[in-house]
């Protein structure tokens, strides 16, 4: 059974950091590239970023592009972001998902940006 655990989301003023983890089980993770997908209050789920299984190639989502940083770490089957400047407009539950697409996902865990 596929198992995503995220954590590290909080409350953090603009401007801000974090360092979300996604822990994984249940599947060949070293195999499988991983999406992180957002859903802001009210909103549908939004894609952010995607590491391929090595992790050696990352995407971003413009919206968040320059400002958050995904990796992972295949022998402890970790994915991470690292978010960076954060703005209030990045409040939202933030998921972890494996690929493709991310229907299998996590409970997700809570950003919330503000003064």
């Known amino acids: 059974e596929v198992q995503l655990v995220e954590s590290g989301g909080g409350l953090v003023q603009p401007g801000g950091s974090l360092l979300l983890s996604c822990a994984a089980s249940?599947?060949?993770?070293?195999?499988?590239?991983m999406n992180w997908v957002r859903q802001a209050p009210g909103k549908g789920l939004e894609w952010v970023s995607a590491?391929?299984?090595?992790?050696?190639?990352?995407s971003y989502a413009d919206s968040v592009k320059d400002r958050f940083s995904c990796s992972r770490d295949n022998a402890k089957n970790i994915t991470y972001l690292q978010m960076n400047s954060l703005k209030p407009e990045d409040t939202a539950i933030y998921y972890c998902?494996?690929?493709?697409?991310?229907?299998?996902r996590g409970q997700g865990t809570q950003v919330t940006v503000s003064a």
């Open positions: 998902a494996k690929a493709p697409g991310w229907s299998q």
């Open positions: 249940g599947f060949a993770f070293s195999t499988y590239s």
């Open positions: 590491i391929d299984s090595s992790g050696r190639n990352a």
